[in-house]
């Protein structure tokens, strides 16, 4: 298959887009290192892989901890001899309301989560990828922060924007090294990021041009392409999988 003996690090692999990655890149053959911090749900997920006959380890922690990004890297290193890539996915909106109301603690949070976690995470994921001879890395961003201003997102669309400027500064420094890193800007997906009230996804569908919300396994589409080698010359890009959200007006 496609990435057969390719190894990958999948965070945020406990719920909606990272979950639906993590199936898909094993279905395709890949080993995964399945991350977050709730372990019952990599468990099941591992599970779920295993009796698909794939493989993936779970090793549970909070991408806030540097030291969880090193542990990854080992992992990979030690369960499946290296690394192939990663999709640095895990995020949070954290609380949301506008700047004068929002606590700084909240602030550091979502950038912690969302922005601190893929330094880490690069930090680490790089020197293994050169000694594998090049690789990919896909941190998911949003549209939140690059194409649209959101009110009481302000952390959220910092931390994503700011994931955009490192992908490009990452891409530059370690393209010689054949390592791709891209950003992923999904739409507004049916996951538990999105909630369960019917009337926000109604208008959250509206803001959309395909007037509906993106699937999780649509998303995983995008990044399985971007960590393959289907995307060989794709490196230091911002991909809009949005549902035509960014070029909406009505
Ligand atoms: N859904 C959307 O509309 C949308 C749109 C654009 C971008 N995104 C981005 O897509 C990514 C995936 O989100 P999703 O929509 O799939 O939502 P989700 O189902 O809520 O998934 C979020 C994932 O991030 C993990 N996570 C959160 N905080 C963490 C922490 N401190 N340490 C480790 N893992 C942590 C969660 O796992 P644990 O709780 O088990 O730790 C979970 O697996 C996020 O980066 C999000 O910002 C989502």
């Known amino acids: 298959m496609e990435l057969n003996d390719k190894t990958f690090i999948v965070t945020g692999a406990s719920?909606?887009?990272?979950?639906?990655?993590?199936?898909?890149?094993?279905?395709?053959?890949?080993?995964?290192?399945?991350?977050?911090?709730?372990q019952a749900e990599l468990d099941q997920l591992a599970g779920q892989i295993s009796q698909s006959n794939g493989k993936a380890v779970c090793l549970s922690g909070d991408v806030r901890d540097e030291m969880y990004a090193?542990?990854?890297?080992?992992?990979?290193?030690?369960?499946?001899?290296?690394?192939?890539?990663?999709?640095?996915?895990?995020?949070?909106?954290?609380?949301?309301?506008?700047?004068?109301?929002?606590?700084?603690?909240n602030w550091h949070n979502v950038i912690d989560v969302n922005l601190s976690s893929g330094f880490y995470a690069a930090k680490y994921q790089i020197p293994l990828l050169c000694e594998n001879g090049g690789g990919s890395i896909v941190f998911t961003s949003s549209f939140v922060g690059h194409t649209v201003g959101l009110p009481g997102m302000a952390a959220y669309a910092a931390a994503k924007a700011g994931l955009i400027g490192m992908t490009q500064v990452l891409a530059a420094e370690h393209g010689a090294e054949n390592i791709r890193v891209n950003a992923l800007l999904p739409g507004g997906t049916m996951t538990a990021m999105a909630g369960d009230d019917p009337g926000f996804h109604e208008v959250v569908c509206g803001l959309h041009a395909l007037k509906r919300m993106a699937e999780p396994s649509e998303i995983a589409q995008v990044a399985l392409f971007l960590l393959s080698e289907n995307a060989s010359f794709a490196t230091g890009s911002a991909i809009v999988a949005d549902g035509g959200n960014s070029i909406n007006k009505f």
């Open 70 to 105: 090193l542990a990854l890297v080992n992992c990979a290193k030690d369960e499946f001899g290296g690394l192939d890539g990663a999709f640095n996915n895990a995020g949070t909106t954290g609380e949301m309301g506008p700047v004068p109301d929002m606590q700084s603690d």
């Open 15 to 38: 719920s909606g887009i990272g979950a639906a990655a993590a199936l898909l890149l094993a279905a395709k053959g890949a080993n995964i290192v399945l991350g977050a911090r709730r």
